[in-house]
C-alpha cells in the first residue's frame, strides 16, 4: 500500500531551520528518484529538490540551492526522506510533500507539512 507521511513543519523565525522528514510506504519508491515539493497559498505546487534512488544526485530549485539539503535511507520497510531547511525566508513559507520525482496521475500524495517563517 502506497502512503506518503511528512512531519516536521511548524513556526519558525526568518534566518531559522527546520528538518522535515517523509516516510514513503510502497516498494516502488525505492527505486524511484524521488523529490520534496512546495506550494505557496494562490501558487502552484513547485519542485524545490530531488534525488536519485541511489541518494547519489541530487538537483535544487535556484531559490533554495546553498540553503536546503535533501537525503534519503532506503530501508526495507519504507524510504525515510528528509529535507534539512537552513536561512528560512518569508519566501519558504509553504505546505511541504514527499512524492516521485516524476509524478504519474494516478499518484497518491500525503498531507503534506506546513512551514510558516514569519517574525
Known amino acids: 500500500q502506497v502512503q506518503l507521511v511528512e512531519t516536521g513543519g511548524g513556526l519558525v523565525q526568518p534566518g531559522g531551520s527546520l528538518r522535515l522528514s517523509c516516510a514513503a510506504s510502497g516498494s516502488s519508491f525505492r527505486v524511484n528518484d524521488m523529490a520534496w515539493y512546495r506550494q505557496a497559498p494562490g501558487k502552484q505546487r513547485e519542485s524545490v529538490a530531488s534525488?536519485?534512488?541511489?541518494?547519489?544526485?541530487?538537483?535544487?530549485t535556484d531559490s533554495v540551492k546553498g540553503r536546503f539539503t535533501i537525503t534519503r535511507n532506503n530501508r526495507a520497510e519504507r524510504v525515510m526522506m528528509y529535507l534539512q531547511m537552513n536561512s528560512l525566508n518569508p519566501e519558504d513559507t509553504a505546505v511541504y510533500s514527499c512524492n516521485n520525482k516524476t509524478i504519474s496521475t494516478n499518484d497518491a500524495w500525503g498531507q503534506g507539512t506546513q512551514v510558516t517563517v514569519s517574525s
Open positions: 534525488i536519485s534512488s541511489t541518494g547519489r544526485t541530487t538537483t535544487y
